[in-house]
């Protein structure tokens, strides 16, 4: 089981969790971390390697840090240029059809926030759901996200240990097929 690992975070650097997911995610020999805003800093995304390294992958993660209930803006282009009509859906777009597809989130938010009655108003699997749409137009599977929320107060051994379970999450071949 392949799988790709697209991370879109405008500013790892200054990053604590998906910077510490991707370098544990770096360790796994089945996955390929690709990282969005480094390849294309200036927003101008080379369609057709996009397409093949999809191709070449079983499995395909969205990791990212939580942006006004959204992904950062890189992802939401990337999917409107290389998701095209007649390749990833539409006649004849079967090129991700069988595929799996998991969500890597983190949210500043703590998770009661993300509750009819919390301060954010909904829940983070209806925040989600564009994301779940696109899978389903795509013929993927979508598999039971990571998210880690309330992130800022996350100690070192919370962070080691998130890391870990992200690992363990997007590389779980049983995960979660049903
Ligand atoms: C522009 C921007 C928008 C954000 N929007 C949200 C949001 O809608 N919900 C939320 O819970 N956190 C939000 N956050 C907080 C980030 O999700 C949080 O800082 C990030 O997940 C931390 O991950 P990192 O350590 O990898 O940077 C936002 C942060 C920024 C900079």
Redesign the pocket.
């Known amino acids: 089981m392949s799988t790709l690992v697209i991370l879109a ?1 405008p ?2 650097e ?8 991707k370098e544990a995610l770096e360790q796994h020999h089945e996955v390929t971390v690709h990282d969005l805003y480094a390849t294309y800093p200036d927003f101008k995304i080379d369609v057709t390697r996009e397409q093949q390294l999809l191709v070449s992958h079983d499995r395909i993660v969205f990791q990212f ?6 992904s ?1 803006a890189l992802l939401k282009e990337w999917q409107d240029v290389v998701l095209s009509y007649g390749w990833a859906y539409g006649q004849s777009g079967t090129q991700l059809h069988g595929k799996e597809f998991v969500l890597a ?5 703590p998770a009661d ?2 509750r009819p009655d919390g301060y ?1 108003r909904f829940m983070m699997e209806e925040l989600l759901s564009p994301f779940r749409a696109m899978a389903n137009l795509t013929g993927m599977t979508y598999l039971p996200p990571y998210i ?2 309330g ?2 107060t996350l100690t070192a051994e919370q962070l080691e240990l998130s890391a870990r379970h992200l690992v363990e999450h997007v590389t779980e071949v049983h995960l979660i097929r049903k």
Do not use: I
């Open positions: 975070h500013n790892l200054t990053s604590r969790v998906n910077k510490a997911w840090p939580f942006y006004w209930y959204s950062p989130v983190s949210t500043g938010g926030a993300y954010n880690e929320s992130v800022r």
